[in-house]
């Protein structure tokens, strides 16, 4: 009996680390709505909010709002956009990981899996801690999921016009 239990024990972390995480694999080529918060613990402290704010994803594009910014992306370009220091960046998406594009957090969670640990899971919500090293661990918190279609809006929610801003803004185009 004692080796059964510790054959299952071995076992477990194994299958867990298989499972899928049904709410992201339900994304596909849909457009995904929801809230986030964004937490950080370093040296086993308690987690610490850093950030809040809403995203929406399709495919590799996303528009986020967090730390009073909004940042948009098309897969190619991303405007980052301060709208209390009116400046405007755009550089183009070269090296993205999961804490500068959500959608990657979204369309590559299995190559992470050895390294996240759901807390939980529903059709709308959802709650992993990710360790990024020994020390440091992010837990992301999704609420809100609503799964919408593709849309002939794509360029529009998914792209900046630097043009409609007020003079007052600086635009640092890195491209």
Known sequence: MKRLLLLLCLLFPAALQAQNIAVLDKVGDNRVKFDYTYSLSKDGAPMQRVTEGKVIVEGNAFSLTGLGLKV????TTRWTVD???KEV?????????IFTNPALLISSYRDYMDKITVHS??????????VLDEDVKARFVL????FLESGDDKKEVFSFDEKTLDKSYV?????
């Open 171 to 175: 635009v640092t185009d890195l491209r």
């Open 143 to 146: 609420k809100n999921i609503v």
């Open 72 to 75: 948009i992306s098309d897969g």
């Open 83 to 85: 709208t209390s220091a």
């Open 89 to 97: 960046l755009v550089e183009t998406v070269e090296n993205d990981d």
């Open 121 to 130: 899971s529903t059709a709308s919500s959802l709650d992993v801690t990710l």
